[in-house]
C-alpha cells in the first residue's frame, strides 16, 4: 500500500514551459512534504519543503502548491531549463518519526 | 563540508553471499537513515539510527538485515545471506539533531550503493 502516490511517472517539458509534478497522500498525520531532486549517479537532494500551515511556498522558479482538505501537493517548475532534467521524489513525514515516505518518482526531461 | 558518503558505489554479488554496505554520515549528525530503491519504485525507509541507537527500524524488511552504528559515527548495513530481490539502491542519509520545530528536517542523501544480486 502506497502511502504517497505520485504522477505523471515521466514527463517530456520544453524549454521555457511549465512542469507540474503532483502528489496525494492518505496519512493525515503527515506535517511536513519536502521534494527532492535526483540527479543521475547522485543521491536525492532537498530541493523544497513545505508545512501545511501554508498553501503554497516559491523558491525562485520552485513553488509549491499544498490541498490539506484535498491531501494532495503538487511541484511547479516554472520556466524549464535542460539543466532541470531530473527525477523529482515527493515525500512526506510525520512529526518526530521523521522517516520519509518517498512518491515513486517522475523522470523530468526538458527539451532544448 | 563533506556530505554523506557510501562505500561501495556498486555491488555485484550472487545469491547466498554477504555484503555490507557503509555509510558515513555529515559530521556531527546524530540521526543516520537507510533506505532503499527497488526496480525503479519509491524510495522506502529501512531503519533510523540517533546516535548509535535504533530509533525505528521498522521498515527492515527481514532478519537477513542487519544495522549497526559504531559510536554514534558510521553505519554499516549487513545483507545475510543476500536475495535475489534485495537487489536495488540502497541510500544512507543524515540529519542534525532537533525535530522540526527547534532543528532541522533537512535529510542529506548520500549517492547510495548499488547492489546487485545474481
Known amino acids: 500500500q502506497q502511502q504517497v502516490k505520485q504522477s505523471p511517472q515521466s514527463l517530456i517539458v520544453q524549454k521555457g514551459g511549465i512542469s507540474i509534478i503532483n502528489c496525494a497522500y492518505e496519512n493525515t498525520a503527515f506535517d511536513y512534504f519536502p521534494w527532492y531532486q535526483q540527479f543521475p549517479g547522485k543521491g536525492p537532494a532537498l530541493l523544497i519543503a513545505?508545512?501545511?500551515?501554508?498553501s503554497e511556498k516559491k523558491e525562485g522558479r520552485f513553488t509549491i502548491s499544498f490541498n490539506k482538505s484535498a491531501k494532495q501537493f503538487s511541484l511547479h517548475i516554472m520556466d524549464s531549463q535542460p539543466g532541470d532534467s531530473a527525477t523529482y521524489f515527493c515525500?512526506?513525514?510525520?512529526?518526530?518519526?521523521?522517516?520519509?515516505?518517498f512518491g515513486s518518482g517522475t523522470q523530468l526531461t526538458v527539451l532544448p | 563540508e563533506a556530505g554523506v558518503t557510501q562505500f561501495p558505489s556498486h555491488s555485484v554479488i550472487e545469491k547466498g553471499q554477504t555484503v555490507t554496505l557503509r555509510c558515513d554520515p555529515i559530521s556531527g549528525h546524530d540521526n543516520l537513515y537507510w533506505y532503499r530503491r527497488v526496480m525503479g519504485k519509491e524510495i522506502k525507509f529501512l531503519l533510523h539510527f540517533v546516535k548509535e541507537s535504533k530509533q525505528d527500524e521498522s521498515g527492515m524488511p527481514n532478519n537477513r538485515f542487519l544495522a549497526e552504528r559504531t559510536g554514534g559515527t558510521y553505519s554499516t548495513l549487513k545483507v545475510q545471506p543476500a536475495e535475489l530481490e534485495d537487489s536495488g539502491v540502497y541510500f544512507c542519509?543524515?540529519?542534525?539533531w532537533g525535530n522540526g520545530a527547534g532543528g532541522t528536517d533537512t535529510q542529506y542523501f548520500g549517492p547510495g550503493t548499488r547492489l546487485t544480486v545474481l
Open positions: 542519509a543524515s540529519s542534525p
Open positions: 513545505i508545512r501545511p500551515d501554508v
Open positions: 515525500a512526506a513525514s510525520e512529526g518526530s518519526a521523521r522517516q520519509l515516505t
